[in-house]
C-alpha cells in the first residue's frame, strides 16, 4: 500500500486544466441573470404552460447591464437562456415556446444575442445557462428529448461567439407527460467541449466547476479544489489508489469538508474541481419587487469567501419585468465595485522584503518585512495553483513593537487565493507559517491591505 507521504505528495500535484486556471485566475466573478415568464408570473418554477405572449421587456438594454456588471467589478454574464419553464429566449429552431412567439420585438428579438454583443461591446464574457429540466417540451422524458436538448445547446454554442461558462443545472423533475428524463449529460459536454473548447462546465458535481452546495453565499471552512473522484466523477481521475479501506458514505454532504485529509484517504483517485459559489443578490433568483437586494456587508462578505476561499463567484441580477436591472441592484452593484476596489488598492507589500524557510519538507515559513509600521486589515495569499493545492494548515504572526504576536485562527487552505481578514493590527513585519502541505507549498503571492 502506499504511504502516507507519497499519497499527499500525489494529492499535492493533482492540477487544474487550462480552462479551470483561466476560470480561477482571471474570470472568478461573474454575474447570473435569470429571465424568463417567472419575471411576469412572479413564479421561481414555471409550469411550462405559460403564455409567450406574457413576455415582453419593453424597454430591455443590455449595455446597461453589461455596465452595472462592470460596476462591481465582474468580468462576465451568464443568462438563463431556458430555465425550467422551457422558454427560450433566443431563435430557436427546436420549439414554439419562445421569444419568437412573444410581442417583444414583433417575435423578431433575440436576447442571447443582445447579451452577447453587449458583452463583447463592453470587453466581458459571455456565457449561458441551458436548463436539462424542461416542464414544456412534449418529449421530456424520452430518447428524443437528448436530441432536442443537445440541438438546443448546439445553436447556443455555435451562433453566439465565444462563450466562457456553461451552466447545466442538475435539477431533474417531472415534464408535461408526467415523467422524468434520463439526462445524457455525457454527451452534453462532448458538444460544449467540441465548440467552446476553453468553456468551462458548471455542474453539481463538475466536470470543471462544482457546486459549492448551497445557495447562501457560504464555501465550506476549507475548500478544497482537489476532492475525491467519487463525488465528482465527471471530472479527469488524475491519482490512483486507496490509502486506507473503508467509505466515504456519509462525507459527501454540503457542510462536509470534502478534499480535507480524513476523507480523500478513503477515495480511489483525486480530480481537480474547484468549487463555485451562486447567489442571488436578493433573496429570489428571479425578480419580485417585494424584495430588496442584500446589504453590501453581505454582499461583501460573500465575496470574500467566495473570490477569497478559493471558489469562483456567480452572482444572480434578475432583470425587472421592463427589461431593466432595479435600479436599487444598479447601486448596489456599484457598491460592491467600489468597497471591492478600495479595500485591495493599496499593497502593503509592495516594498516589502519577502524571505523563504523551509524548516521541513512540508513546513514553510514566509518572512515578510515591510517597509515601515503598516496598519494591516487583511492578508492575501495565492498558492501557484498551476500546480497544485497544497497548503492544509497556516498561521499568521505579526510583529508589533518587536514582539510576535500570533493571529490564533488556525487556518486552512490556501488554494488559488485566500483572504484572510484581521482586526487592524499595526506592524513592521509579519510571517506566514505554513504548519502542514501535501509536498512543498509554494506561494505565489502575498499581499496585505
Ligand atoms: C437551481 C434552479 O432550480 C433555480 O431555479 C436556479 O436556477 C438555480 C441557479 O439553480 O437548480
Not at 27 to 37: C, G, V
Not at 87 to 101: A, G, P, V
Not at 351 to 365: G, R
Not at 390 to 404: E, H, N, P, Q, T
Request: overall charge negative; glycine content about 8%.
Amino acid at each position: 500500500m502506499i504511504s502516507l507521504n507519497d499519497f499527499l505528495e500525489k494529492a499535492g500535484k493533482v492540477v487544474p486544466s487550462a480552462r479551470q486556471l483561466e476560470r480561477l485566475r482571471e474570470t472568478q466573478f461573474y454575474a447570473f441573470i435569470h429571465f424568463s415568464p417567472n419575471t411576469y408570473t412572479g413564479l421561481e418554477w414555471g409550469t411550462g404552460k405559460e403564455d409567450p405572449a406574457i413576455f415582453n421587456p419593453t424597454e430591455l438594454d443590455c449595455d446597461s447591464w453589461v455596465e452595472a456588471i462592470k460596476a462591481a467589478g465582474m468580468k462576465g454574464a451568464v443568462i438563463t437562456a431556458k430555465h425550467h419553464d422551457g422558454f427560450c429566449l433566443w431563435q430557436t429552431e427546436t420549439t414554439e415556446h419562445s421569444i419568437k412567439n412573444s410581442p417583444y420585438k414583433n417575435g423578431k428579438g433575440d436576447i442571447v444575442r443582445e447579451l452577447a454583443e453587449a458583452c463583447k461591446r463592453g470587453g466581458i464574457k459571455f456565457g449561458f445557462y441551458l436548463s436539462p429540466w424542461d416542464r414544456n417540451a412534449s418529449c421530456y422524458g424520452t430518447d428524443e428529448y437528448n436530441d432536442f436538448y443537445r440541438a438546443q445547446l448546439t445553436e447556443l454554442l455555435t451562433n453566439y461567439g465565444e462563450v466562457f461558462h456553461v451552466w447545466l443545472d442538475g435539477a431533474c423533475g417531472e415534464g408535461p407527460s408526467g415523467k422524468k428524463q434520463v439526462y445524457d449529460f455525457e454527451s452534453y459536454f462532448e458538444l460544449v467541449r467540441k465548440y467552446q473548447p476553453n468553456a468551462t462546465i458548471f455542474k453539481d458535481d463538475g466536470p470543471d466547476l462544482r457546486w459549492c452546495g448551497n445557495e447562501s453565499g457560504s464555501a465550506r471552512a476549507s475548500e478544497w479544489a482537489v476532492v475525491p473522484y467519487e463525488l465528482c466523477c465527471y471530472c479527469e481521475k488524475q491519482t490512483e489508489g486507496k490509502l486506507m479501506e473503508g467509505s466515504l458514505e456519509g462525507m459527501c454532504n454540503c457542510n462536509c469538508d470534502i478534499g480535507t485529509l480524513e476523507n480523500i484517504i478513503y477515495s480511489e483517485g483525486l480530480v481537480f474541481a474547484p468549487s463555485e459559489i451562486d447567489m442571488s443578490i436578493r433573496p429570489g433568483w428571479f425578480y419580485h419587487p417585494e424584495e430588496e437586494p442584500h446589504s453590501l456587508e453581505r454582499l461583501f462578505n460573500t465575496y470574500l469567501k467566495s473570490v477569497g476561499a478559493n471558489t469562483t463567484f456567480n452572482l444572480n441580477i434578475p432583470p425587472m419585468p421592463n427589461g431593466l436591472f432595479d435600479p436599487r441592484d444598479v447601486q448596489r452593484l456599484k457598491e460592491l465595485g467600489e468597497k471591492i476596489r478600495s479595500t485591495f488598492a493599496v499593497n502593503l507589500c509592495e516594498n516589502a522584503k519577502i524571505t523563504c524557510t523551509h524548516t521541513s519538507p512540508t513546513q514553510s515559513e514566509y518572512l515578510v518585512e515591510l517597509d515601515g509600521e503598516k496598519e494591516i486589515k487583511y492578508v492575501e495569499l495565492m498558492e501557484n495553483i498551476a500546480e497544485g493545492q497544497r497548503v492544509a494548515s497556516f498561521r499568521i504572526a505579526f510583529r508589533v513593537d518587536g514582539l510576535w504576536a500570533k493571529d490564533y485562527e488556525n487556518y486552512t487552505t490556501i488554494g488559488n487565493r485566500k483572504i484572510c481578514p484581521q482586526d487592524p493590527v499595526t506592524c513592521d513585519a509579519f510571517k506566514v507559517i505554513i504548519m502542514s502541505s501535501r509536498g512543498r507549498a509554494d506561494i505565489e503571492k502575498i499581499a496585505a491591505y
